[in-house]
Structures are given as C-alpha cells and as structure tokens.
C-alpha cells in the first residue's frame, strides 16, 4: 500500500474520502479540482490520484482482512485489545475497523466479556439513571487504588479511600474519575489524564477485576 502524507489542513478522513470517491464514480462525476477542494488539497491532479489510489488500496486491504477473520473467534489479543480501545474511549467502529472485524463482532465480544457499555453523553452525569452494569461488575466492596466503572458517568475511575454509611446501609466511596486529554500545558507540559473527585455509593461503581485475566492495561 501507498503512503500519502497528510497536512494538517487537509481534510483526509475517511468520511470524507467515501464520500469523494463516490462523487468520482456516480453517473455524472465531480471534477478533479472540485475533488481537491473537497479534500482542501492544492489542485495537484498527481497527488489527488495518489491520495484516492491509496485509499482505494486501504478499502481493499480491509475488506479481504475482514473476510480472512469472518467465522473465527475472537484471539486473546483481539479480546485484550476491545477491552483497552473501548475503556480508552474509542469508538465500537473504530474498534472494529483496527481489528478487521464488524461492529457487530466487538459489541458482542464486549458483552460477552462484561465490559460496561457507554450511553450517549446526554444520557450521563449529574441528573441521569444510573448506567447497566453488566453481572460480572457488581460489588460491594471495593480497595484503595483499584480501577472501576463510575456507571454515573460512563468512565474509568480510581478508588482513594471508602467508609460505611449507616443513613443508606451502603458503603460510599471517594474516588477520582478519569478523563482521557490532551493538551498542553504552559506548566506542566502535555497532559494526557484529568477528571474529578467525587462520591459514589458501591452500586453506582462497577468492578473491572473479572477483565484482569485478559492482562489488559486499564
């Protein structure tokens, strides 16, 4: 396959390179020039060429990956890379898309493993239900520095210290929920992690000990 570099001004992704190449191959098609504005490329007849031959080679590459994996099950490392992808927050089609394998493929892979699925984000934080928590996440007690599920706001987050609450019979936790960043600092240079502290009672919090089998990095 090709290697075409990327300004950073260009609009090389692959929603938009579907889209232009259809454009290219409908009845009445697009001009090249119009095909370069649509990618915000100099008009350069060569590279547009370049750009639409390699992504032609990628479809290509992807579709006879995809047909090698359909009907096998999933290997110990595409479990272990669903799991990271997906608690890392990327999306179940750009899951799939590294993996060769359909949507449908990794959201099952995820049920079956017991990962707690993410809601839209009008559907999370401060005055919604409470996220499903798959069987396996259920607990009661949870330790200082263990990783869990805020099922509050869909994210990882970390344990600092718990106590028992007589007034709800539960125990309650502080924790430190994780968001993923990145930007840079004027201080402390890139920062990759943030969140926030807060307090949970044990059924807003999900376990991720069942996941630790699979030797993931959470």
Excluded at 81 to 92: K, T, W
Excluded at 97 to 121: E, H, I
Aim: glycine share 6%.
């Amino acid at each position: 396959m090709r290697t075409v570099r990327k300004r950073n001004h260009e609009k090389l992704d692959e929603k938009n390179l579907v889209r232009v190449l259809e454009y290219l191959e409908q009845d009445k098609p697009i001009t090249k020039k119009e095909a370069c504005s649509m990618l915000n490329i100099s008009y350069n007849t060569t590279r547009l060429n370049s750009i639409i031959e390699d992504f032609k080679d990628t479809l290509k590459f992807r579709a006879v990956r995809k047909a090698q994996n359909r009907g096998r099950k999933a290997t110990d490392y595409e479990v272990k890379q669903a799991i990271e992808m997906y608690l890392d927050e990327q999306p179940v089609s750009g899951i799939a898309q590294a993996l060769y394998r359909s949507t449908t493929f990794v959201r099952n892979l995820l049920d079956r493993v017991g990962v707690p699925q993410k809601r839209p984000t009008t559907q999370q934080g401060l005055g919604a239900k409470i996220g499903y928590l798959p069987d396996e996440c259920v607990s009661e007690e949870f330790s200082p520095d263990e990783k869990v599920w805020c099922a509050r706001y869909d994210l990882p987050a970390r344990i600092i210290k718990g106590s028992f609450d007589k007034r709800h019979n539960c125990n309650v936790y502080h924790v430190y929920v994780i968001e993923l960043t990145n930007f840079d600092s004027p201080y402390f240079g890139n920062i990759k992690e943030g969140g926030f502290h807060a307090h949970f009672a044990s059924y807003d919090l999900g376990s991720l000990r069942h996941l630790n089998k699979y030797d993931i990095n959470i």
